[in-house]
C-alpha cells in the first residue's frame, strides 16, 4: 500500500536507507544507487517552491515506485524522470548509463517542454498523449508517471491558488480516472482527496469537521460490527482479517451533492473489508453474513465470477444492521485486496530473474487491451487537445458488460445497444448485423444492453448494411465511425453507378444522331485517349472521379460531350451578329482572347474581369468597354449584374472556345480562402497538394486566430472542375477544417467544400 506521506530524502544514502526492506533481494542495489546519485547531481543547487532540494522530489516519486514493488528500471527512472526536462540531459546519456529501458521510459514521463506549441493547454495535451502511447508499450511508465502527480498533489500548498485548482482539475479529468482503470484504488482515493481540498476547500473541511465529530460514535458502532462478525466465522472454522473500511472525501463530497442528506445520516459512511484465505472462502463468509443481518438486493455485486476491466475482484454487499443502520461488505482474498489497493502493479510485478536483468515482457497486455483500443480509436485524431476531450469521454463513461455466447466478457457505454455489440466484435459483424437476441429470446436493435446479457448477433450474407437511423440509437465511437465509413462508401458507390449510367446513355443519345459512317460504341468512347485527354483537362484521375461528379450532380455531361471530337458539327458559315467570331490571334502567353469567342467580332480584345477572376467553365457574361475590347465577367459577379441593370445594350454574347481547353499554356488567376489548424505541418501539406496538381502560387498571405491559420491565395489554374477538385483534396486533409473561392467582387468567402 502507498503510503499518505513519503519520507523527504535529501541524499542518496538517505534515500537508499528508505527502501523497503523485504524487496531489496529482488532489486539492483547497485544501479539504483548510481541513478539516485546520479539524478543528486544532475539537479545540483535546484530548488523547489517550498525552498527544498528538488532532489527531495525524485526521491519521493521512486519510494512510492518502491512501494509498488516494482523493478530496478522503474525506480531508476523514477529517480530520472525530470533529468531530460529540467536538467537538459540527453536521452542518449541514459542508454549510455544505464540501458534502453530507463531511458524509453524517462522519455515516456518526459514533458515535450523543449518543442514549440501555441498554448500552454496544447503543451500539456501533447504531453499526455505522448505519455499515455508511450504507456501502451510499456505501463510502468503511467505508473511512475502517477507516483509523479501524487508527491505534486501532496506538495501543492507552495503553489499559487490559481494553479492549485489548475492542477486539481487536470488531477481528476486524467489521473484519477487513469488509476481507477488501472485498479489502484489506494492512489485514486489519495489524489481524489487532495484535489477536493483545492477544488472544493469548503466542502472539504466541512466533511473533515463532521467526520471528526460522529468519530468516537462510528468507531464503536464499527468495533461492534466486528467482533459480531469475527465470532461468526471463527465459529464456522474459517480465517479472516476485518477492518473497517474508511470512506474517501471524494466519495463523500459526490454523495452528499447527489443527496442533500447524505452527510447528516452517515450511514453509508460505515464500511467492513474482509480478507480471507481462498475464492471459497469468501463464498462461505458472504452466506454467513447473510445469516446474521438482512442483505439488500440490489446492492450486491459479485466481481470475483466477473472482474472488472481493471483487474478488481471482490464481494459486495450491504446489509442492514438490527441497530438499523447499513453497512457495506466487502470480502476477498489476500492476492484480490492487493490487486484493489495497487492495480497492475500489484497484479504484474515486474520481478528480476537476476539482480542485473529485469524481465521486461512480464506486461498485462490482454487486462490492459482497454488502453490499446483507447490509442487505436484515436491513432487518426492528430490534434493533441481532441485526443484528450475524446480520452477522458472513455475513462468516464460508466460501463456495462454483456457476453458473447461463448462467455467472451464485452465491456461497452453504459446505454449501448446490440448494434455496439457487434461492431466491437468486429466492423464486419456491425455491418451484416440484421437481428440480436438476448438471453435467446429476440430483442430489437435499439434494446440497453444491461450487466450479464449474453448477446448473439444475427447476420446475413444479403444484408444491405447498417441504415442511417442507427446513428440515432448507437452510443459508441467504434459503432459511429463503422457505420460512418459504410455510408459514406456506399453512397460514393451509388453516385459513381449513377453517373455511368447517365454518362453511357448520354453518349448513347449523341451518338444516335451521327451518320451510319461514324458511329461507335460508348465503350470505344469512354476507353479512348481523346476521353482520357478530357478526363485530364478537367482534373479527373479516371474516369470513376468523373462518374461520381456527375452523379452528385457537381459536374455537367454537357461539358464532357461537347469537348468530343466526334459529336462536332461542322462549322456553319453565318454572317452578321448572329455570325460567332473566331478566336482572336494570342498577344502572349498569358493571354486569355484564345479562349473566348465573341459574337459578332474577328479582332475583338478580351480581357478577363479582376473583379471576379472567371475560371474555364464558369458561367460568363461580356461587356463591351471603351477603348479595351470585351471584358469578360462571372455570371453571378455583382458587378456584371449591375451592368446589365444599368447598360445591358454594353452585353455581348460570349462563350468559352473549346479547344483551348487542351492548350497547356492556358491558366487562369483565381483567389482561395484555406482555414486549418495553426500547425508547423499545415502549409507544408497544403503546398504538397498545389504542386501534385501543378498550380502555381501567385500571392500567399497569412493570419491566425483563436489557435486557426487563414491563408489567403492567389493562384494559376486552368478550369473550374481542376479547382473543384483541389479544393476537394486540400479539403481533406487531416488538419484543414475549411476551403473556400472568393466571391467575386467581395473579400468575403464562399464554402466550396469543409470538413466534416
Known sequence: MLSTHSPECYNPDDFLKALTSEERANRDLKMIERAAKFAFKAHGEQKRKSGEPYITHPFAVAILVDELKLDTNSICSALLHDVIEDCSVKSDTLKKEFNTTVAEMVDGVTKLSKLKFNTKAELQA?????????????????????????????????????????????????????????????????????????????????????????????????????????????????????????????????????????????????????????????????????????????????????????????????????????????????????????????????????????????????????????????????????????????????????????????????????????????????????????????????YRLKNGDIVRIVTSKNSKGPSRDWLETINTRRAREGILAFLRKSAKEDYIAKGSGMILQALEDRIKKLPAEKKVSPREITNSEEFQKVLGAYGFRDITFMQEAIGKGEFKLDNLVRHLEIFKEEPKVQTGLEELSSKVKKQSKNSKRDTVFVAGSQDMLVKMSKCCSPLYGDEIIGFITRGRGVTIHRGDCPNAINLLEKESERAVDVQWDPNSLFSKETSFLTQIQITAKHKPTVIHQITTVLTNFKVNICNMSAKTKNGMGVLDLTIEIGNVGQLNNLIKTIGDLEDVTSIYRLEPGSKKSKPKTKKR
Open 126 to 446: 501533447e504531453s499526455l498523449r505522448k505519455m499515455l502511447l508511450a504507456m501502451t508499450k510499456d505501463v510502468r511508465v503511467i505508473l511512475i508517471k502517477l507516483c509523479d502527480r501524487l508527491h505534486n498533489m501532496r506538495t501543492l500548498d507552495h503553489m499559487v491558488p490559481e494553479k492549485q485548482a489548475r492542477i486539481s482539475h487536470e488531477t481528476l479529468d486524467i489521473y484519477c480516472p487513469l488509476a481507477h482503470r488501472l485498479g489502484m484504488s489506494n492512489l485514486k482515493w489519495q489524489l481524489e482527496d487532495l484535489c477536493l481540498k483545492y477544488t472544493e476547500p469548503e466542502a472539504y473541511y466541512d466533511i473533515l469537521k463532521r467526520i471528526a465529530q460522529k468519530r468516537k460514535e462510528r468507531e464503536v458502532f464499527i468495533n461492534a460490527v466486528i467482533e459480531e462478525l469475527r465470532v461468526v466465522i471463527s465459529e464456522n472454522g474459517f480465517k479472516a482479517d476485518i477492518s473497517g473500511r474508511p470512506k474517501s472525501f471524494y466519495s463523500i463530497f459526490l454523495k452528499s451533492r447527489r443527496n442533500e442528506k447524505y452527510m447528516d445520516e452517515m450511514y453509508d459512511l460505515i464500511g467492513i473489508r474482509i480478507i480471507t484465505e481462498s475464492k471459497a472462502n469468501c463464498y462461505a463468509i458472504l452466506g454467513l453474513a447473510h445469516s446474521i443481518w438482512t442483505p439488500l438486493q440490489h446492492r450486491f455485486k459479485d466481481y470475483i465470477a466477473v472482474p472488472k476491466p481493471n483487474l478488481y475482484q471482490s464481494l459486495h454487499t450491504t446489509v442492514i444492521h438490527p441497530e438499523g443502520q447499513m453497512v457495506e461488505v466487502q470480502i476477498r482474498t489476500q492476492t484480490m485486496h492487493e490487486t484493489s489497493e495497487n492495480g497492475v502493479a500489484a497484479h504484474f510485478l515486474y520481478k528480476e530473474t537476476d539482480k542485473t536483468k529485469s524481465n521486461d515482457n512480464k506486461q498485462p497486455v490482454e487486462e490492459l487491451k482497454w488502453l490499446k483500443q483507447i490509442v487505436q480509436w484515436h491513432t487518426d485524431v492528430r490534434d493533441s487537445q481532441e485526443f484528450i476531450e475524446n480520452l477522458k469521454l472513455d475513462l468516464f463513461q460508466n460501463m456495462v458488460y454483456a457476453f458473447t455466447p461463448n462467455g467472451k466478457v464485452i465491456e461497452l457505454r453504459e446505454g449501448s445497444t446490440p448494434i455496439d455489440f457487434a461492431y466491437y466484435i468486429h466492423t464486419e459483424v456491425g455491418n451484416k448485423c440484421v437481428g440480436a437476441k438476448v438471453d435467446d429470446r429476440v430483442v430489437p436493435l435499439n
